[in-house]
Antibody, heavy 119, light 110 residues
């Protein structure tokens, strides 16, 4: 059974960089044809896809966030990471990591981690 | 990459059937048979309920079914149960090869 777990600071100051890591267990991040994605959800609002990485290192990002997002993978640690720069209060949300299929569905999700942007 | 359109809320009584719509364009919902549906209970992560328009992952009750016509996909829940009360989100593959979500629908079981 694949499991994903987000980790990282729960509080980030405005203009700084948000950094989160997703640890995958129960299977190798390198096996299979999966995309490893980050998705966020502001309180009381809907889901927003942030971006994804394939184990080859290729990435795709949401155009609305592309200039501020970097997603990377560390196959030796079975982890992938998110960096979101120049954050503002609008970036306050629960951040999820998820395993994605080529058809863009997500079959496994982390429990989510709340990141608050505040001074 | 505009969000797909879902009704804000739907409701039904136990035992009844409800349908949630998800409207996109020919560049997403209408162009591919890659629509998914997720159930989200308060404080929990979304759970995949339907993939590729009408397929159910193992463990999802057959009360949940999906379909698509043109640019609109639909999720139908039959034999509504109290535990089905949750938020539901659709998503679709797009012509950019990336996913897009709907705005979400709150299902209330009366």
């Amino acid at each position: 059974q694949v499991q994903l777990q987000e980790s990282g600071p729960g509080l980030v100051k405005p203009s700084q960089t948000l950094s989160l890591t997703c640890t995958v267990s129960g299977g190798s991040i390198s096996s299979g044809s999966y995309y490893w994605s980050w998705i966020r959800q502001p309180a009381g609002k809907g889901l927003e896809w942030i971006g994804r990485i394939y184990t080859s290192g290729s990435t795709n990002y949401n155009p609305s966030l592309k200039s501020r997002v970097t997603i990377s993978v560390d196959t030796s640690k079975n982890q992938f990471s998110l960096k979101l720069s120049s954050v503002t209060a609008a970036d306050t949300a629960v951040y999820y990591c998820a395993r994605g299929l080529k058809t863009s569905s997500f079959d496994y999700w982390g429990q989510g981690t709340l990141v608050t942007v505040s001074s | 990459q505009s969000a797909l359109t879902q009704p804000a809320s739907v409701s039904g009584s136990p035992g009844q059937s409800i349908t949630i719509s998800c409207t996109g364009t020919s560049s997403d919902v209408g162009g591919y048979n890659y629509v998914s549906w997720y159930q989200q209970h308060p404080g929990k992560a979304p759970k995949l309920m339907i993939y590729e328009v009408s397929n159910r992952p193992s463990g999802v009750p057959d009360r949940f079914s999906g379909s698509k016509s043109g640019n609109t996909a639909s999720l139908t829940i039959s034999g509504l149960q109290a535990e089905d009360e949750a938020d539901y989100y659709c998503s679709s593959y797009t012509s950019s090869s990336t996913p897009v979500f709907g705005g979400g629908t709150k299902l209330t079981v009366l």
